[in-house]
């Protein structure tokens, strides 16, 4: 009924950019939060950015000053523009957000399949 598909991942030396994007597609009727976690090797997810359908934005505090969280409404798209990389951001990066479906009763919470970003010399 509803995916998300990121894009943009890859390999990037330290220091460089990279941005990655993720739409959502299906019997949408509204998207309230959207955000961006990672998931590091051995570590448990964790909440890089997020937004409101408004423009509110909450970052983690690894990645405050470097991160920017930004949504195309139209397009039910959210971005992570990601500067100053660093080796420690190398994870799997997943897209989640709060959908409400058409026909359907309240928000529910989608996740998703994740882009991996390495970030290496």
């Known amino acids: 009924q509803v995916q998300l598909v990121e894009s943009g991942g890859g390999l990037v030396q330290p220091g460089n950019s990279l941005r990655l994007s993720c739409a959502a597609s299906?019997?949408?009727?509204?998207?309230?939060?959207m955000g961006w976690y990672r998931q590091a090797p051995g570590k448990q997810r964790e909440l890089v950015a997020r937004?409101?359908?408004?423009?509110?934005?909450d970052y983690a505090d690894s990645v405050k000053g470097r991160f920017t969280i930004s949504r195309d409404n139209a397009n039910d798209t959210v971005y992570l523009q990601m500067s100053s990389l660093r080796p420690e951001d190398t994870a799997v990066y997943y897209c989640?957000?709060?959908?409400?479906?058409?026909?359907?009763?309240?928000?529910?919470?989608?996740w998703g399949q994740g882009t991996q970003v390495t970030v290496s010399s």
């Open positions: 989640n957000a709060d959908i409400a479906l058409k026909g359907g009763v309240g928000f529910n919470n989608y």
């Open positions: 299906g019997i949408i009727f509204s998207i309230n939060r």
């Open positions: 937004i409101t359908r408004d423009g509110r934005t």
